[in-house]
C-alpha cells in the first residue's frame, strides 16, 4: 500500500486528550499497513494567540520576526503528538517545514511553496517510522529565512507533501464531518456533500466557506491529487473533493438535479466606495492601481451609470477587512489627481454565494436566487457573478438569513440531523 498523507486540524489536537486521539487514529492508519505522513497544525487557538503576544509588544511586529514566532505553534504540537505515538509503541519523527524541505519565496506571512525536496521524510519513512511535519510554515530559497504560507496554510502543506510523495490520497481532518452544503454552525438542515470538484471547492473557499485553504485546492487540482475532506471525531466517511465527482458513481445514486452545490458566505469583507468620480478615461484605472500598489487583492466591483447631469460616478468595490484601512490611506493620496469627492467606509457587510458547476446550463439561477433573498427580506448591494457561482453582498446583519432563504430556496436541505461540528471555534 501507499503512503497516505493526513493533515490534523488545530481543533483536533487542541489538548493532550485530543492529540492521544489523534496519535491512535495515526497508529491504526499504519497498522493497516500504510505508510503515514501526517502534518499538523497549531494546537487550539494558539496561532491567534501568538498573534494577540507580538501584537501587545508591538503594533506592527515586524514580518520575520512574526514568522518565527508562529511556526512556534506547529512545533509544539508536532513534538508532543510524536510523543504520544511513540506511547503507543511506534516510531514518530517530527519535523520543521524546512526540515521537511518544504521551499517557498521569501514573503512572509503568505509565502508560496515553489518546491518540496522531502529527502528527510522519506528516510524516515524508508525506516519505517510515522513521519510528523509542521504544517504552514517552510523556508525561503533566497533569504534562508523561515516563513508562513498564511493563516489555515497547513492544508496547503499537506496537499504539498502528498503530490512530493506521490501519496494515493490527502486526508484532511477537522472537526466536522466534511464539506456542506452550508456552513452547518448557522444552517441546521446542511448536508454532507459526498462528492465534489476542485473547481466547485475552489470557489465555495474564495467565497468564505471555512473548509479548505484556498491556495491547498489549487495545487490539488493542477496535480490531481484526491483530498478525503473528514472528521477526526468520527469514522465517517467525509468529503472527497476530486477531478470529475460522478465518475464511479452508480447513475442511481448520482443526486438528481444538483445544479447548485452548495451556499457560502464571508463575514471578512468590508465595501468601499469611492463617491462621485469624474466620468472619464483613466479614473477606474488610477483608483486601482493604487489599491494594487499596496498589495491589496479586491473581489467585487461596481461602476454605477454616470449621472448626466453632473458627469459623477460611484465605484464600489470589497476587499478583506483587515486591508480597508491601508486601501483607504492610499485612496486618500489620489483625491486630487482623481477628483472624486470623497470615500465610503462599511466594514458591516457580508457575502452570500450560491455555487453549482450545473449552474452554466440552466437558467433561472439568479431570479431563484434573489427572489428567495426578497422573500426573507433581505437587501441585495452589489452581485457578481462567474460561470459557476452568483453572489451578493448584504448587510453583515443579513448573511444568515440569506444562507438560510438560499438553502431552501435550492433544495438543499435535509430533514436528518447529519452536520455534527465536534468542536473547535469554527476556524
Ligand atoms: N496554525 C495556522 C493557523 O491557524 C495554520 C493552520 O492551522 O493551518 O492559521
Ligand atoms: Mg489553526
Known sequence: MGIVVQKYGGSSVADAVGIKRVAQRIVNTKKQGHDVVVVVSAMGDTTDELIDLAN???PLPPARELDMLLTAGERISMAVLAMAIQTLGYEARS??????????DAEHGKAKIIDVRPGRILGAVADG???????????????????????????????????????????????VDGIFTADPRIE???????????????????????????????????????IHVRSSFSEREGTWVVKDPQAGVAQESLMESAIITGVAHDRSQAKITVVGVPDKVGEAAAIFRAIADAQINIDM???????????????????????GQMAMAALAKLQSTVGYERLGYDDSVGKVSVVGAGMS?????????FESLSEAGVNI????????????????????????????AFEL??????AVVYGGTGR
Do not use: W
Request: glycine share 8%; with cysteine.
Open 56 to 58: 501587545e509588544v508591538t
Open 95 to 104: 519535523f520543521t517545514g524546512s526540515q521537511a524541505g518544504v521551499i517557498t
Open 129 to 175: 517510522a510515522i513521519a510528523i511535519v509542521a504544517g504552514f510554515q517552510g523556508v525561503s530559497q533566497t533569504t534562508k529565512d523561515i516563513t508562513t504560507l498564511g493563516r489555515g496554510g497547513s492544508d496547503t502543506t499537506a496537499v504539498a507533501l502528498a503530490v512530493a510523495l506521490e501519496a494515493d490520497v490527502c486526508e484532511i481532518y477537522s472537526d
Open 188 to 226: 441546521p438542515r446542511a448536508r454532507k456533500i459526498p462528492r465534489i470538484s476542485y473547481e466547485e471547492t475552489l470557489e465555495m473557499a474564495a467565497q468564505g466557506a471555512k473548509i479548505l485553504h484556498l491556495r491547498c485546492v489549487e495545487y490539488a487540482r493542477r496535480y490531481d491529487m484526491p
Open 301 to 323: 466591483i461596481v461602476q454605477n451609470v454616470s449621472a448626466a447631469a453632473t458627469g459623477l460616478t460611484d465605484i464600489s468595490f470589497t476587499l478583506p477587512r483587515g486591508e
Open 361 to 369: 446550463t440552466s437558467p433561472g439561477i439568479s431570479a431563484r436566487f
Open 381 to 408: 448591494e452589489m452581485i457578481s457573478t462567474s460561470e459557476i457561482r452568483v453572489s451578493v453582498v448584504v448587510s453583515e446583519t443579513q448573511v444568515e438569513a440569506a444562507v438560510n432563504a438560499a438553502h431552501a
Open 413 to 418: 436541505g435535509t430533514d436528518e440531523v447529519e
